[in-house]
T-cell receptor, first 109, second 114 residues
Framework: DAKTTQPNSMESNEEEPVHLPCNHS???????IHWYRQLPSQGPEYVIH???SNVNNRMASLAIAEDRKSSTLILHRATLRDAAVYYCILSNRDDKIIFGKGTRLHILP | DTGVSQDPRHKITKRGQNVTFRCDPISEHNRLYWYRQTLGQGPEFLTY????????KSRLLSDRFSAERPKGSFSTLEIQRTEQGDSAMYLC????????????FGQGTRLTVV
């Protein structure tokens, strides 16, 4: 059963910021929020993860709502290479990683 | 260490034959996962290991599928008596304890059953 809800697809213009939403209203206190992406013809790629606080790395930022029931992956300046399926996944230390359908991000030149 | 590697990258086999895939995880990663992915779908969980122990196998997986990780390092996934429906990309991933760390995926093995 999917524990997260994401839009099926989104579009964004090149060189603009992208905000990818994820709802996870049943998140437990020990669940981490993970984001992966899958470029065409490649295996999934780890993007970022967090627990309670917002997180930044060289690829993206993760903004986590105060009640942790939603989060947003932020790509600060989208490029054509960011076109991919983005997966939001909840996982705790003892869990396997289960993928949902993700959000297909289209980048318009 | 260059990441998770899978071998072979491509495999074409005749229906009814057995196939075996290998996955070499990132060294010191104690978790290892196998997934299957068909066109247009997200990766489907098959099984995972912590060190050499197989923690779970998907109920969707038939008895023709078996995986091993004998010394807690590399892993093999065997499919016996392959069927056309087994045609897919088979992905392997490894991680430290997953909640607090991301998983890293290999490029996959593409299986075509003819």
């Amino acid at each position: 059963d999917a524990k997260t809800t994401q839009p099926n697809s989104m579009e964004s213009n090149e060189e603009e910021p992208v905000h990818l939403p994820c709802n996870h209203s049943t998140i437990s206190g020990t669940d981490y929020i993970h984001w992966y992406r899958q470029l065409p013809s490649q295996g999934p790629e780890y993007v970022i993860h967090g627990l309670t606080s917002n997180v930044n790395n060289r690829m993206a930022s993760l903004a986590i709502a105060e009640d942790r029931k939603s989060s947003t992956l932020i790509l600060h300046r989208a490029t054509l290479r960011d076109a991919a399926v983005y997966y939001c996944i909840l996982s705790n230390r003892d869990d396997k990683i289960i993928f949902g359908k993700g959000t297909r991000l289209h980048i318009l030149p | 260490d260059t990441g998770v590697s899978q071998d072979p990258r491509h495999k074409i086999t005749k229906r009814g034959q057995n196939v075996t895939f290998r996955c070499d995880p990132i060294s010191e990663h104690n978790r290892l996962y196998w997934y299957r992915q068909t066109l247009g779908q997200g990766p489907e969980f098959l099984t995972y290991f912590q060190n050499e122990a197989q923690l779970e196998k998907s109920r969707l997986l038939s008895d023709r599928f078996s995986a091993e990780r004998p010394k807690g390092s590399f892993s093999t996934l065997e499919i016996q008596r392959t069927e056309q429906g087994d045609s897919a990309m088979y992905l392997c991933a490894s991680s430290l304890v997953v909640g607090a760390a991301g998983a890293f995926f290999g490029q996959g093995t593409r299986l075509t059953v003819v």
